[in-house]
């Protein structure tokens, strides 16, 4: 992705850019991230078609023989270290 489909805004930017900006996500031309000056949080504007196709992929993965493998890996370890760490009782 060239640096002109993604490009991070303080917040105060972004007020003042929030037409254009939204012309330009929702046509598909980018993201932007949105910063906000001495907090750490940030967050990102995307289409609603990106949301979307993202959503979908993940309900495709999740979907997936390697994800239910993997979940029950998961659950199996967890198992098996049931009490692990905790101090023994007398």
């Not at 900006?21 to 289409?47: D, F, K, M, N």
Request: net charge negative.
């Amino acid at each position: 992705m060239s640096g002109d489909c993604f490009q991070s805004m303080d917040i105060t930017r972004v007020r003042r850019a929030l037409t254009d900006l939204h012309e330009r996500v929702a046509s598909g031309a980018g993201r932007v991230e949105v910063t906000c000056r001495g907090r750490e949080h940030v967050c990102v504007i995307i289409s609603k078609s990106e949301l979307e196709a993202l959503e979908r992929a993940l309900e495709i993965l999740a979907g997936g023989d390697e994800f239910r493998a993997m979940c029950d890996t998961i659950v199996q370890v967890a198992a098996e270290c049931d009490g692990c760490g905790t101090p023994a009782q007398a």
